[in-house]
């Protein structure tokens, strides 16, 4: 690589590292350098260009968390006028099925009630109460609705509102989530009002074509590893895929040529990745984890990384592990 080239790398790269400088696993340049250090020379520039501008779009810190927390302590469209009493009588859900993500926020959430109206989470609750169920993203909807699918019917209210604070949301989760709680509550004799509350909106329907705020595919590379790929994972023609005949309108990417460029590139290592990583599931697809019910086989492709993790829905460069060098080690459920 030219040492002018070389140069510009190193200076995205620090903008990079200034975004996410609190991630759980604290980077450095040299940790950038060594996760770019993996792609083409010639591709290291144009990938941390326009990873710098989504992730500062899409890069959850410990801060827009706690200032999201805490302003929700007193936001009169949650609380009223009285948001001790609203908090009082409020029901905290901690009965998630897989993973921390819900306790570990909800010790922070605690610890800024405390500060804002001297209650403890300890203190709160009522029959009557409103529930609030608080965790840092939401993707597909499965982790809410499959943690509501065992409540409802043996612990859940004959009648509630649920308020679900996440970070961030995608659209096609909070579409499953409002169509199937409510349904589930209603076939045990139930009513439940769903609220969703977020930082950060993405759409990701299977219908938003080019408005995608994850990594979507145009079009498929024409390579033998994707066309091996296809053959043995895919029935008939991959069905989540963005219009050939439409350009980028996601604010996330700066134009279609950088967003095209980047999601080819993240498939392409992806393909690599499941090769050399023996311990990756079926379901671990090139561009991100995605169940097996999915329609999407060739992967999630989230954008949306958070302070306390990364999600394992983001493409596989992000954050898988040795052999490859990731650029997030995830904190594994």
């Known amino acids: 690589m030219r040492d002018e080239q070389k140069d510009q790398v190193m200076s995205e790269a620090k903008k990079l590292l200034a975004i996410i400088s609190d991630y759980r696993v604290k980077p450095t340049p040299e940790h950038i350098e060594d996760w770019l250090s993996q792609f083409d020379s010639t591709a290291r520039l144009p990938i941390v260009t ?12 410990a801060k827009t968390t706690e200032d999201f927390l805490k302003g929700l302590i ?10 001790a009493s609203f908090w009082k ?4 859900f901690n009965a998630q099925q897989g993973g921390h993500s819900q306790a570990e926020l909800l010790d922070l959430f605690g610890t800024l009630l405390t500060s804002e109206t ?10 009557n109460g409103p529930i609030i169920y608080l ?8 982790r809410i609705v499959n943690d509501f699918r065992a409540w409802i019917p ?5 009648s509630s509102t649920v308020h679900a604070i996440f970070m961030g949301t995608h659209s096609g989760g909070s579409y499953y989530a409002h169509k199937a709680i409510p349904e589930m509550a209603g076939k045990a004799d139930k009513k439940l009002n769903l609220n969703l509350w977020c930082v950060l909106r993405l759409e990701n329907l299977s219908n938003s074509g080019a408005a995608a705020d994850v990594y979507r595919l145009r079009t498929l590379p024409e390579d033998e590893s994707t066309a091996r790929y296809i053959q043995e994972h895919v029935e008939g023609d991959p069905t989540v895929m963005r219009p050939e005949k439409d350009s980028n309108k996601s604010k996330f990417f700066t134009s279609e040529k950088s967003r095209h460029f980047l999601e080819q590139t993240f498939w392409s290592t992806g393909l690599r990745i499941r090769e050399i990583a023996h311990n990756l599931k079926d379901t671990h697809r090139p561009l991100g984890y995605t169940s097996t019910n999915s329609a999407n086989k060739l992967g999630f492709g989230a954008t949306v990384v958070t302070y306390r993790n990364c ?3 983001c493409p596989l460069a992000y954050w898988v592990g040795d052999p490859w060098y990731p650029l997030f080690e995830r904190k594994i459920n």
């Open 135 to 142: 965790d840092d993203l939401l993707l597909s909807g499965n």
């Open 50 to 61: 326009e990873l710098t501008h989504i992730l500062s779009k899409s890069y959850l810190s």
């Open 74 to 83: 007193s936001n009169p469209k949650l609380v009223g006028n009285d948001p």
């Open 154 to 158: 043996e612990r859940g209210p004959k």
């Open 311 to 313: 999600l394992n829905n």
């Open 89 to 92: 009588g409020a029901n905290f």
């Open 118 to 127: 001297s209650l403890k989470l300890k203190e709160c609750g009522s029959q």
